[in-house]
C-alpha cells in the first residue's frame, strides 16, 4: 500500500473541527445562496404555474450547487483537509463555486455553458485529482467510481448548455437526477459494484459541524437580506414593523434548530456503528432545512419593500411555505437524533396551514407576524417541555445496525 496515498486519509486522531479554509470555502456560499434567493425575488411577480415553474427551475440550480457543498464536505470529512492535495481540492471547488454563483441569475438562459462547465470541472476533476493522490491505495477506487459517473452525465449537461433553450431544463433536471441516484447508490460500476457513503468511514463530527455551519450561513444570508433590504431606496418608518418581525423570525429558526437536537449531531454520529448512514440522512435533513430558510428570507424581502401590501399566494408561498419546509425538516431531524417527533413541530406545521387563508386577506406584515407568533410558540412549548429535566442523550435509530464497512473502501 503506497503510504503517501495513505497519509491522505483521516487518521483517528485527527481534528473535528472545520479548518479556516473550510470556513473560507463556505464565504463562496453565502455569496452562491444570495444568488439563489435573487431569482427566486426577481420571480416573484409571476403568478400560478408561471411561479411554480419559476420556482422549480430555481431549486434545480439551487440543488446543484448542495450537490457540489455536500460532496465536499464528505471529502474533507474522510480525507485530512490540513493535505495540500485536499487544500488545494477545497479552492479548486471554491473557484468553481464561484463560478457557479456568478452564472446562477442566468444559468438556464446565456450563462448556462459557464455553470455547467464549472459544475463538471468540480465532479469530473475533484475525484481525478484525489485518485491520483491516494496512487495504490484501496481507496482510490471510489474517486474513480464519481469520476466515471461524472463522465457519463456530463455530456447530457453539455447538451443542455449548448442545445435549443427549451431542452435545457429537461437535460438537465434528467442529468442531476443521475448525479443524485449516483450519490445515495454509491456510484456502482461493473463488476466492482457499489460503494455507498453510508458506509464510508468518515469524522462525524466534523461531518456535524459542517451541517450546523451551513444552516448558520443559511440564517446569515437571510440577515444579509433583512439589512440590505431595510437599508435601501424604501428605507421608510413603515417598514421598520416588518425589519423587527424578519429578525426576530430569523431568530426563532436558530432558537428551534439548535434546541436540544441542534448539538447532539455529533454525538449521534459518534456513537452511530454506520456513521454514514445518519450522515446520508442528515444532508437530506439540512437540505430541506436550508430550502426553507433561503425561501423564508424572499417573503422578508417583499415584505420589508411593502409591508401593507394585500398578500397574494405567490408571497404566501415564502412566508409561510418557507417556515413549513424548516419545521419538516426539524421534525424528521429530531427522529434522526431521539427516534421521535415531539408534538410542538406536528402542532406548528398544522397551525400553519390552517392560517393560510386568513393569512390570505391580511396585509404583509402581520401574515408575517402570525407566522412568526406560531414559531414563537413552538419555541416556546420546547422551552417548558425541557424546563427542569436533564439534558438528553441521543437515541438515533439510524446506524444502530449493521457492522461497520470493513473493506478496502470503507
Not at 80 to 109: C, D, H, K, W, Y
Not at 379 to 396: F, I, K, N, T, V
Amino acid at each position: 500500500m503506497d503510504e503517501r496515498g495513505a497519509a491522505l486519509l483521516r487518521p483517528p486522531g485527527s481534528a473535528a473541527r472545520a479548518t479556516f479554509l473550510e470556513l473560507f470555502f463556505d464565504l463562496v456560499f453565502v455569496f452562491a445562496l444570495t444568488r439563489v434567493s435573487q431569482r427566486l425575488i426577481n420571480n416573484l411577480p409571476a403568478t400560478g404555474w408561471t411561479l411554480a415553474a419559476a420556482v422549480g427551475r430555481t431549486v434545480l440550480l439551487f440543488l446543484v450547487l448542495w450537490l457540489v457543498w455536500t460532496i465536499t464536505v464528505w471529502v474533507t470529512s474522510r480525507y485530512e483537509p490540513e493535505q495540500t492535495v485536499i487544500q488545494a481540492v477545497v479552492v479548486g471547488t471554491m473557484f468553481a463555486s464561484l463560478v457557479m454563483g456568478v452564472a446562477l441569475p442566468r444559468a438556464l438562459e446565456e450563462r448556462a455553458l459557464p455553470f455547467a462547465l464549472a459544475y463538471l470541472a468540480v465532479m469530473l476533476g475533484r475525484p481525478l485529482v484525489v485518485a491520483a493522490a491516494l496512487r495504490g491505495h484501496p481507496r482510490r477506487l471510489v474517486p474513480l467510481r464519481l469520476a466515471v459517473w461524472a463522465a457519463a452525465t456530463a455530456p447530457v449537461w453539455l447538451a443542455g448548455a449548448l442545445g435549443p433553450d427549451d431542452l435545457r431544463l429537461p437535460l438537465w433536471a434528467l442529468a442531476l437526477t443521475v448525479d443524485y441516484a449516483a450519490l445515495f447508490t454509491g456510484w456502482p460500476l461493473p463488476r466492482l459494484g457499489s460503494s455507498p457513503i453510508l458506509g464510508w468511514r468518515i469524522a462525524g463530527e466534523h461531518l456535524a459541524e459542517r451541517y450546523q455551519q451551513i444552516f448558520l450561513i443559511a440564517l446569515g444570508e437571510s440577515i444579509l437580506v433583512i439589512g440590505v433590504t431595510y437599508s435601501g431606496e424604501k428605507f421608510s418608518g413603515e417598514g421598520a414593523g416588518a425589519f423587527v418581525v424578519a429578525f426576530v423570525t430569523t431568530a426563532l429558526l436558530w432558537r428551534i434548530y439548535f434546541h436540544r437536537a441542534g448539538h447532539l449531531l455529533g454525538e449521534a454520529l459518534r456513537l452511530a456503528r454506520v456513521p454514514g448512514r445518519l450522515g446520508t440522512s442528515a444532508a437530506v435533513t439540512h437540505l430541506v432545512i436550508v430550502l426553507g430558510v433561503l425561501t423564508a428570507a424572499v417573503g422578508y424581502e417583499v415584505v420589508i419593500a411593502e409591508p401593507f401590501h394585500r398578500s397574494e399566494p405567490g408571497l404566501l408561498l415564502f412566508v409561510v411555505g418557507g417556515p413549513l419546509l424548516f419545521l419538516a425538516g426539524r421534525a424528521r431531524f429530531e427522529y434522526e437524533i431521539f427516534g421521535r417527533v415531539s408534538l410542538p413541530r406536528i402542532l406548528g406545521v398544522a397551525v400553519l396551514l390552517l392560517l393560510v387563508p386568513l393569512l390570505a386577506r391580511i396585509p404583509a406584515v402581520r401574515a408575517l407576524t402570525l407566522v412568526a407568533a406560531v414559531l414563537a410558540a413552538v419555541a416556546l412549548l420546547d422551552a417548558r417541555r425541557s424546563r427542569g429535566r436533564p439534558p438528553e442523550m441521543s437515541a438515533s435509530p439510524l446506524g444502530r445496525k449493521g457492522p461497520e464497512r470493513s473493506g478496502p473502501e470503507a
